[in-house]
C-alpha cells in the first residue's frame, strides 16, 4: 500500500464516505429526537445481521416508509405486516426472525422505558459504558447492533466521543491513521468525528482502503 500523509488521507476518506450512516436513512441524530434515535436502532438492529449495510439500509427506509417511526407504531403492526414489508426489500433471508425481534423489542421499550430509548442516558447519568451495558439489553441488540448504535450516537450523545469499535480501529491502522480514539480524535474538528468514522466503516465495507491511500498519496 502507498504511504500517505494521515491529514490527506482523512481529507480523502471525507471526500468518498463523508456522511453517517444515520444520513442514509434521515435520523437527525444530532438533535436527539425520540424518533431519531429509534430509527438509529433499527438500522442497528437489521444492519447487524449477517447481510450487506445497502439491504439493512433499504429495509429500514422501507419500514420508515410505512410510517413505523416510533415503538409504539410498530408494536401495533402485526408480524405478517413486518415480514411483508421486510422480504420485499432485500431482507428476505431475515425476514421472519428479524420481524419478531423487531416487535419483541418496540414492546421492550414501551414497557421498560415508555418508548423512547433515550432514557437509557438518564438511567445511567451519560455514562457511556453503562449506556452499552444497557443497549445489549433491547431484543436484537448484541455486541456488533451495539457497536453500529453508538458510532452514530455519538453524533448527539457527547459523551460517547470519541467510540470507536475494534473493527474500525483496525481499518485506521491499515490507513495509518491512530489507532486510539482520542489521538484520532485529534486529527480532525469534533463535530465531525462520526462523520470520519463512519467513513471508516464505509472504507472497510467498500473494501477501497488501498484506493484510498493511493488517492492521498497523491494530493
Known amino acids: ?5 494521515p491529514e490527506a488521507v482523512i481529507a480523502e ?23 431519531a434515535m429509534f430509527r438509529l ?10 447481510i450487506r449495510s445497502s439491504a439493512a439500509l433499504e429495509a429500514a427506509n422501507a419500514l420508515f416508509d410505512q410510517g413505523w417511526t416510533s415503538p409504539r407504531v410498530m408494536a401495533e403492526t402485526t408480524w405478517e405486516q413486518r415480514v411483508q414489508v421486510l422480504n420485499k426489500h432485500g431482507y428476505a433471508r431475515y425476514d421472519e426472525s428479524t420481524a419478531r425481534i423487531l416487535g ?16 437509557i442516558r438518564e ?9 452499552r451495558d444497557l443497549l445489549l ?4 441488540i448484541g455486541p456488533v447492533g451495539a457497536d453500529i448504535f453508538l458510532r452514530e450516537a455519538q453524533a448527539g450523545w457527547d459523551e460517547l466521543i470519541p467510540y470507536v469499535d475494534a473493527r474500525t480501529r483496525q481499518t485506521a491502522r491499515e490507513l495509518g491513521l491512530p489507532a ?40
Not at 104 to 118: A, K, P, Q, V
Open 123 to 131: 438511567a445511567t447519568d451519560h455514562h457511556r459504558d453503562r449506556e
Open 41 to 50: 436502532l433499527v438500522f442497528a438492529t437489521l444492519a447487524s445481521a449477517r
Open 137 to 140: 439489553q433491547v431484543k436484537g
Open 180 to 219: 486510539e480514539p482520542r489521538r484520532l480524535l485529534n486529527l480532525i474538528d469534533r463535530d465531525q468525528f462520526p462523520k470520519l468514522v463512519a467513513a471508516l466503516v464505509r472504507s472497510r465495507l467498500e473494501h477501497d482502503t488501498e484506493d484510498v491511500l493511493d488517492a492521498a498519496s497523491t494530493r
Open 13 to 35: 476518506l471525507m471526500s468518498r464516505h463523508g456522511r453517517t450512516f444515520a444520513d442514509d436513512f434521515a435520523a437527525d441524530v444530532p438533535a436527539d429526537t425520540a424518533e
Open 1 to 5: 500500500m502507498a504511504v500517505a500523509d
Open 104 to 119: 419483541e423489542s418496540c414492546h421492550f421499550l414501551l414497557e421498560t422505558y415508555d418508548g423512547d430509548i433515550r432514557a
